[in-house]
């Protein structure tokens, strides 16, 4: 059974930072391709960032390029969001997902296992 946990989420002023982490089991995240979602209240959810099975490709929302990045540790099977620079447009609940197929695709209806979302809201 597949399982993804996201935690890490929380309250912070604008110009901070967060880590989230997504912590995998029933799959492992070096062979599968893995990104994180937002979803803010009344918009539909969006692609933040994705890394591929085998981790030589990534890929960041413009919004977000250059203040976030994805990464990962094998050996602890989990996903990580480090989140820089917050502004209060990066408020959203968080998703991490993971997708089964080996292609590189990374849009929303592509992936197949999801956590349960973690809260980042940033505000003053």
């Known amino acids: 059974q597949v399982q993804l946990v996201e935690s890490g989420g929380g309250l912070v002023q604008p110009g901070g930072s967060l880590r989230l982490s997504c912590a995998a089991s029933?799959?492992?995240?070096?062979?599968?391709?893995i990104g994180w979602f937002r979803q803010a209240p009344g918009k539909e959810r969006e692609s933040v960032a994705a890394v591929s099975w085998g981790g030589n490709l990534r890929t960041y929302a413009d919004s977000v390029e250059g203040r976030f990045t994805i990464s990962r540790s094998d050996a602890k099977n989990t996903i990580y969001l480090d989140m820089t620079s917050l502004k209060p447009e990066d408020t959203a609940v968080y998703y991490c997902?993971?997708?089964?197929?080996?292609?590189?695709?990374?849009?929303?209806?592509?992936?197949?296992?999801w956590g349960q979302g973690t809260q980042v809201t940033v505000s003053s």
């Open positions: 997902a993971a997708r089964v197929d080996p292609t590189w695709r990374t849009e929303t209806q592509d992936f197949d296992y």
């Open positions: 029933g799959l492992s995240v070096d062979f599968n391709t």
